[in-house]
């Protein structure tokens, strides 16, 4: 069975830092794009953070930028997100997601686009004095 | 950066009738999109990428149209078991971040 779990959330005082896994199992981690997801209460989802498959390439939501960084570690399965100087803001259910492929090929190239297929079901982070 | 706009808000229906939920990008975003389903208390579930493709397991009520700029899921003879927030997304600019809309509530 596919499956992404979380882990790592708690409550945190503003201006510290957390750092919150996701383990996945049933397909090969190495071979997909993963995303964080986040959900304040009561609102919407936000799109946080992608990260390639070789771990390299990353991509941050513009109020996280030099906050926040994602890693993974292949030969684990794991995907983590590295939360510091965090603020009462922050304060939502974090949600990993697996970005599967779509090809479309225009003039001859190839372009790839990346949906998130399979989610985890998320962990809490509080951020509060 | 690409914003996503969904109306209404707020969408009262029955059990038996059919729900269309419109979603709306600030630019062309193709046919780079796709819907969730959100439930209280659960995670978000994938219902249709590529703007009209259902994903593994979705029923056929739920369909998905557009391209471009607007685009509209359907969903027909509602069962009680969809009553839930809706929220398409866009995943076709480069670099992200890839934005959602800001969600649609279908209740009874």
């Known amino acids: 069975e596919v499956q992404l779990v979380e882990s790592g959330g708690g409550l945190v005082q503003p201006g510290g830092s957390l750092r919150v896994s996701c383990a996945a199992s049933?397909?090969?981690?190495?071979?997909?794009?993963m995303t964080w997801v986040r959900q304040a209460p009561g609102k919407g989802l936000e799109w946080v953070a992608n990260i390639k498959q070789d771990g390299i390439e990353k991509y941050y939501v513009n109020s996280v930028k030099g906050r926040f960084t994602i890693s993974r570690d292949n030969a684990k399965n794991s995907l983590y997100l590295q939360m510091n100087s965090l603020r009462a803001e922050d304060t939502a259910v974090y949600y990993c997601?697996?970005?599967?492929?779509?090809?479309?090929?225009?003039?001859?190239?190839?372009?790839?686009?990346?949906?998130?297929?399979?989610w985890g079901k998320g962990t809490a982070v509080t951020v509060s004095s | 950066e690409v914003v996503m706009t969904q109306s209404p808000a707020t969408l009262s229906v029955s059990p038996g009738e059919r729900a269309i939920l419109s979603c709306r990008a600030s630019q062309s975003v193709s046919r780079n999109l796709a819907w969730f389903q959100q439930k209280p208390g659960q995670a978000p579930r994938l219902l249709i990428y590529g703007a009209s493709t259902r994903a593994t397991t979705i029923p056929a009520r739920f369909s998905g149209s557009g391209s471009g700029t607007d685009f509209t899921l359907t969903i027909s003879s509602l069962q009680s078991e969809d009553f839930a927030i809706y929220y398409c997304?866009?995943?076709?600019?480069?670099?992200?971040?890839?934005?959602f809309g800001q969600g649609t509530k279908l209740e009874i």
């Open positions: 997601a697996r970005n599967s492929p779509i090809t479309e090929t225009h003039g001859g190239l190839d372009y790839y686009y990346y949906y998130m297929d399979v």
């Open positions: 997304q866009q995943y076709n600019n480069w670099p992200p971040p890839y934005s």
């Open positions: 049933g397909f090969t981690f190495s071979r997909y794009w």
